[in-house]
């Protein structure tokens, strides 16, 4: 297909409207890389559906860009439509807010921004919102470190167009009951595994979620069943109930703490903890010198992120990473998932101003066009 | 297939060992028909995968004999195996106990006995393990009431080779809680419909189930969740929850009273109900005539039936009845579902010197064979 990728908001709508659920990235990835593949100063590298393309100009600095290609599955939210909201545009629709709005600008600005200030790496990836093992930034990390050399990252993730330090940990849990099948007119003769299961729902729903100041950002933690299943019919009692919990932690407290406090909770008799994701929360670390530099080149007031980002995995490699992106992450996975059509020019304004290179005798940096 | 229909405990794991699912009973009901319509003294009439076969001898009196061909879902549990425990023989598998051992005895003695003191109306049907409006014995109800012209009905759900009277009522209703979904990172933004359901959980948890007694034989009440069911992703707040309760209410409760008594206990805000079936209680009635004459017959002291049975249904009909059948009505749906073999024979042999013509002068009844 042919993609608009000079006109911001009709690129917009076209990545939006490629359906691209965890694991069929295939046609946006191919679509990405095709346009990337034709700019003459970027080395363009694939590994799965993942695409990493390089500046490599020489400058003394380099920093990575990043974005998730993928989407939550769809919820009758595609293809997208623009609404327009006391006198602005949003665009609604399934990855509107998480995260195609940052895809759009970072292929936008990949394919414009020939003499970045900073050799720049822009890393589109597949399969963020699965299974850690699946995430394509992970897979990249432990095949080709080398694509992720840098001082420094910006994951486009939505902010609604502010700086996000940090983000907050992810595990995600199974609980699970066992009890023994009778008819349900004898229910005395089995055991009832969802009657069970309801000790561990109780502990959830009085669960006071705490909501600490880390490096003076306020995080604020959350305790959710996520999913529940039990029964094989009306007139038999379960022997088996399943239930997903998911639990989101402030970076003040350690992947492993996290993960006992759990453990703990639901130390209840008769039901099996099985832990399936951890991931740890990163620190804001905003005080670092090349974060700093961001900062006061894209403007206004850092916040906290609540959500879980692979700004961790970036933290982890060593490279300090902020969250900054166009969308509004909390309707991020809802039905009616929707982006300030407007952030996607900030972004891209403020990013720009950032990049531009330097002008005059002195070496002081160019009016940005965020600041015009 | 060619049946051992005169060898009663080959013929009984034959016809278990033909699965016959609700709504899956066509092979059994197909091969039972053919047997059948070979017996010069039965008319036989078929009504989708139910089957009626009555005797036309000009009797005085006639009788039903009643039993359901389907079975709840397999749970490797076919094909059936035999078991010998504390010297006796059990057979063990899907429909072993609910109620292919009554079909087997039904089956054997329809086909043998060709002189009843009574005019015999063996009834075979479909559907009694799901909704109501499917059920096979209803369905003839409806179109073919003439069919089901008797004083007195057997129906042969396992009771242990006992004589159980009446029968407790049964209701299954679904409640529904609605949330509003969002990213579980920012659980406050949306609303979560697991943790609503909580409530009406510590409900059921917290009920105490009455043990009435009704005409001297004490029931059993219960309340059970047997189904659960909510949330499409780990990292996604859940807008919809639904539980499937499943009410078990003594013969002194009446049906509307005990719809009422659910609807006032789950009255909970933001959660709906929905009543998806109801089955009145049947009172013992054994003070009877008939079934006094029945009882005498087969011997043994009457007990309560905990399960909801079809004997409701002929009570409706205006037709008294009791349960008498081989199996342990313990193991119904449970996934070691079985039968001690010999019950076959006791119930065979109990009907046998029921159904045994008069003999001698004074018109007194011949020795039953259970009395031997």
């Given at each position: 297909m042919s993609l608009s990728i000079r006109e911001?908001?009709?690129?917009?709508?076209?990545?939006?409207?490629?359906?691209?659920?965890?694991?069929?990235?295939?046609?946006?990835?191919?679509?990405?890389?095709?346009?990337?593949?034709?700019?003459?100063?970027?080395?363009?590298?694939?590994?799965g559906n993942s695409i990493v393309a390089?500046?490599?100009?020489?400058?003394?600095?380099?920093?990575?860009?990043?974005?998730?290609?993928?989407?939550?599955?769809?919820?009758?939210?595609?293809?997208?439509?623009?609404?327009?909201?006391?006198?602005?545009?949003y665009l609604l629709g399934r990855g509107a807010a998480d995260m195609k709005g940052g895809v759009t600008v970072m292929a936008h600005l990949a394919t414009s921004l020939a003499e970045p200030r900073h050799d720049v790496t822009w890393v589109f990836y597949e399969c963020e919102e699965i299974e850690d093992s699946a995430n394509g930034l992970g897979i990249i990390a432990s095949q080709h470190p080398d694509w992720l050399d840098g001082e420094f990252a910006v994951l486009m993730e939505p902010t609604s167009a502010k700086v996000e330090g940090g983000c907050q940990g992810t595990m995600r849990f199974k609980l699970i009951s066992h009890g023994i099948a009778a008819h349900s007119a004898r229910g005395w003769l089995g055991h009832n595994a969802i009657h069970d299961m309801t000790v561990a729902l109780d502990k959830i729903r009085e669960f006071r979620p705490r909501r600490p100041e880390v490096e003076g950002l306020v995080f604020r933690e959350g305790l959710n069943a996520t999913t529940i299943k039990a029964g094989i019919a009306g007139n038999v009692i379960p022997d088996h109930c399943e239930l997903t919990v998911n639990y989101r932690f402030a970076p003040d407290v350690e992947a492993a703490d996290a993960e006992a406090s759990m453990r703990a909770l639901f130390d209840l008799?008769?039901?099996?903890?099985?832990?399936?994701n951890l991931s740890p929360a990163a620190r804001p670390g905003l005080e670092r010198e090349v974060a700093q530099e961001f900062c006061a080149a894209v403007g206004g007031e850092p916040g906290p992120k609540y959500g879980?980002?692979?700004?961790?995995?970036?933290?982890?490699?060593?490279?300090?990473?902020v969250n900054?992106?166009?969308?509004?992450?909390?309707?991020?996975?809802?039905?009616?998932?929707?982006?300030?059509?407007?952030e996607l020019d900030l972004c891209a304004d403020a990013l720009t101003a950032w990049l531009s290179p330097l002008e005059g005798a002195d070496g002081s940096p160019q009016t940005s066009q965020a600041e015009k």
């Open positions: 911001l908001h009709r690129f917009f709508a076209e990545i939006v409207d490629i359906e691209s659920v965890s694991g069929n990235e295939k046609q946006l990835a191919d679509t990405l890389e095709e346009a990337l593949r034709e700019v003459p100063w970027l080395q363009v590298d694939r590994l390089r500046t490599q100009l020489g400058r003394a600095r380099r920093v990575i860009i990043a974005g998730h290609l993928d989407t939550v599955p769809v919820k009758d939210n595609l293809p997208s439509r623009i609404e327009r909201r006391h006198g602005e545009d008799p008769g039901i099996d903890f099985e832990l399936q879980w980002t692979d700004v961790a995995r970036f933290a982890s490699l060593g490279v300090p990473a900054f992106g166009p969308g509004d992450a909390g309707t991020a996975h809802a039905d009616d998932e929707r982006c300030r059509v407007s």
